[in-house]
């Protein structure tokens, strides 16, 4: 029954989550109250239950009460906890706006050569008019340093008086994408902002104390340390991760290298580290309070071994979960721990499914956005197959292998030591084909869940972590373990030999993912494949005596399937993806598919390419591109391109750019045969869809000696079927589009445009709107962009001329699906609105 009650309290919790909007106060109480009142009711029935004849009947009704009282209790508990954290937010008007406040720097601060990112702690503002208790208190600050002045050392606990510029929490809204604001909002991270050079920043002199802090300087002085002493090393970020939980350091390689043979859950703090060190720490404390004599007793004789050992493994994996940061996973290992350890000290049994239900229940009760993350699911789920299969093969082993323990070693006595070694080496066999059995079955049992999340696999990932989880859980990682508790020098010879042992590890790792069909991408799983994935697992995970495993593997097959054309001839789909500052649209006709822009770069190692339009790619099922347009040489626009032509396949490229740009070099090197510049006139037809290049002009080109910008030579694509075109303009500006329109006049005409420069008071102009004359418009544009786009002037003439509006900012990924005579329009955030969604 106690399952019943945790997991429903879970589901509860869970579904709150999936709402678009949160249920009122009255309706949290009425759920509430509903909640005791069906507690009550079963209470009650429980006893009579017990006497009753009808035990199944009544107590299939006890259970299904139960299960609905434990889910309305977790509902209302995760709607009042989301009531409370959505009270303090930041006003639209003060977003924007040159703040200058005084708090302390909560964690460890993310510092390189140019930037340091960080959690400031509001203590108050100085401006006496703004209300601190309804105020974000927690925020997420960057600092850019300037030209002539370096950052400053920052440190956990110090308080700052800086002048900052905030905004709400925004991120792209994209269908299979990470939710930005949700992950903020799990970490109490209301707002947003930078800050700014004037008035300069002032330290002040008296600092923050407390425990929390002390943790957070300890692992920024561990993470400098190691760095100092591993200067130069390659993996060096590994090893700070091992011994801190601090994954920043982390190279983008490295990354890569673990997510194609399926171990990065290796470099997270989790179930296994935590293991390791509450196991290490248990045979310590066993064999000192084995020697251990307490007023002329022996330690046993007051409190047994067993006991002892629970309470030191307990308190030793939450010390160390608490020094790595207590993620997702540190949680879960460390309730499972406790309950185990309450139960020998208690000396009551606890079966694996009772404690794996703990420590779900109490993970989203501390943290109810938790569900929200792939790392809660991923984590629970592997621990949930590891439970079963063991159960399995441990069944297995005992009706196998039903002989007597080993006999007692008889001296000088070779048969019996002959005898004892065989025995022996038969169990080693029987442990290492249990262990590969185990890994097996994890390997295959997360395949939808990493599916659901990722929308690739990793084919090598099983042999990969039989090699790597050995060296990792008995080599690896207590060196580091143990370079973080000696003292230096002393410690560098511990932090040394793990980073020598990793790059052997990293060495055999190349060599798996070599081929290039070690990480196989997966389309995002529909209900029927998940429907009939589970009932696969289940069957793989039964005892003997059940269904044929076999059968299991036929059920996993529609994971594998690529998705079914839902398009016939002449339909087509566009996909404006929501990149930010920046465009990027993926075209999908029956059979073909073409992406036209690739989003920006944000950073030196991140870019819309591999953050959103590689996992859109992957999820719908899309292996190559027919095709991919670069409109322009500008970074907002082809930011992107160079990881997506790296990832996919490209049959042919178009592109506006410079004879010097790189990117015709990588496309070359890339395998992409049919390379060429987009010209004017170039036409084609995919499943009776049109294409038509409309600009640029390279006669008209010639012939001009005014200056043209890049934008002015953006690449134009017109999509057309017989009752629906799209016109793709990139950048252009008035001067292009009176051009267009002298040459084209009505044959511009198309239902739906992407706006001319994300709706910059340069484009749009009244003529080419006449001549285009669309039904709806989309604006690629990023929240609160430097830019103001779009201008409230192009805005407004859109809306005079009767034109439907689009914003990516607003409405997130907008999808424009021509069926037939019908236009239909899909905005992301309004279809897959959730509650923090604006807040």
Known sequence: MIRTVLCGFAFGVWSLQQRAALPSTPGIAGYMACAAAAAAFTAQRIPRCARSRSILLRRCAVYLLILVAACLAGYSGAAWRAHLRLARFLPHTLEGRDLCVTGIIRGVPIIDARHARFVFEIERFADQGIAVQSMPRFVQLNWYARDDTPLPRLRAGERWQLTIRLKRPHGSANPHGADFEAMMLERNLRAVGTVRAYPAPRHETHNAHGLAIFL??????????????????????????????????????????????????????????????????????????????????????????????????????????????????????????????????????????????????????????????AGFWLSFSAVAIILAAVRAQSGAAHRASPSPPFPPFAAGTAHSARKRLTRALRAARLKIVHSIRIQSAVSIGMIPFIAIWFSQISLISPLANLCAIPWFSFLITPLALIGAILPAPIDAYAFRAAHALLSGLIRILDILTAPSWALLPLPAPNSLALGCAAAGLAIMLMPRGGPARWTAFILFAPLFLPPRAVRSAGQFRLTALDVGQG?????????????????????????????????????????????????????????????????????????????????????????????????????????????????????????????????????????????????????????????????????????????????????????????????????????????????????????????????????????????????????????????????
């Open 583 to 839: 465009s990027a649209l993926l075209i999908e006709t029956a059979h073909h598919r073409l992406l036209f822009d690739a989003g920006p770069r944000y950073s030196a190692q991140s870019d819309a390419g591999q953050r959103i339009v590689l996992p859109f790619l992957r999820a719908h099922g899309i292996r190559r591109l027919d095709a991919l347009v670069l409109s322009h040489a500008d970074a907002d626009h082809a930011g992107g391109a160079r990881a997506t032509v790296e990832a996919v396949p490209v049959a042919r490229l178009r592109a506006s750019l410079p004879s010097a740009h790189p990117l015709w070099r990588m496309a070359r090197t890339a395998g992409i045969r049919d390379v060429q510049r987009c010209r004017a006139g170039e036409r084609w037809q995919w499943d009776q869809v049109s294409f038509e290049l409309l600009w640029p002009d390279m006669a008209a080109r010639a012939s001009d000696s005014t200056p043209v910008n890049t934008n002015a030579q953006s690449c134009v694509l017109r999509i057309s079927n017989r009752r629906h075109a799209a016109l793709l303009t990139a950048d252009i500006d008035a001067r292009t589009e009176r051009a267009l329109v002298e040459r084209y006049g009505a044959a511009l005409s198309a239902t739906l445009l992407i706006a001319p420069h994300h709706g910059s008071r340069t484009s749009s102009t009244e003529r080419f709107l006449d001549a285009v004359h669309p039904r709806a418009v989309v604006f690629q544009v990023g929240y609160r962009n430097p830019f103001h786009h779009p201008h409230p002037s192009v805005a407004a003439r859109y809306a005079a001329h009767g034109i439907l509006s689009y914003r990516s900012d607003r409405d997130g990924a907008v999808q424009v699906e021509s069926f037939g005579h019908t236009l239909v329009v899909e905005r992301y955030r309004v279809m897959h609105r959730r509650y923090w969604m604006g807040h």
């Open 216 to 373: 957070a300087r300890w692992r920024d002085a561990e993470q400098r340390h190691i760095k100092a002493v591993l200067s130069g090393a390659p993996h060096a970020g590994i090893v700070i991760a091992l011994a801190t939980g601090l994954q920043s350091a982390i190279s983008a390689d490295d990354w890569q290298r673990f997510t194609r043979t399926g171990t990065n859950h290796l470099v997270a703090i989790s179930g296994l580290h935590i293991s390791l060190v509450a196991g290490l720490a248990a045979w310590l404390a066993g064999g000192v309070w084995r020697r251990m004599r307490l007023f002329g007793r022996a330690g046993p004789l007051w409190l047994a071994t067993p006991r002892i050992q629970a309470l030191a493994g307990a308190s030793a994996g939450m010390l160390y979960a608490a020094l790595a940061g207590f993620g997702i996973p540190a949680q879960r290992a460390c309730v499972m721990l406790t309950v185990v350890a309450l139960a020998l000290v208690l000396g009551r049994g606890a079966a694996s499914s009772v404690v794996l239900a703990w420590a779900l229940a109490a993970v989203v009760c501390i943290d109810p956005w938790a569900v929200t993350s």
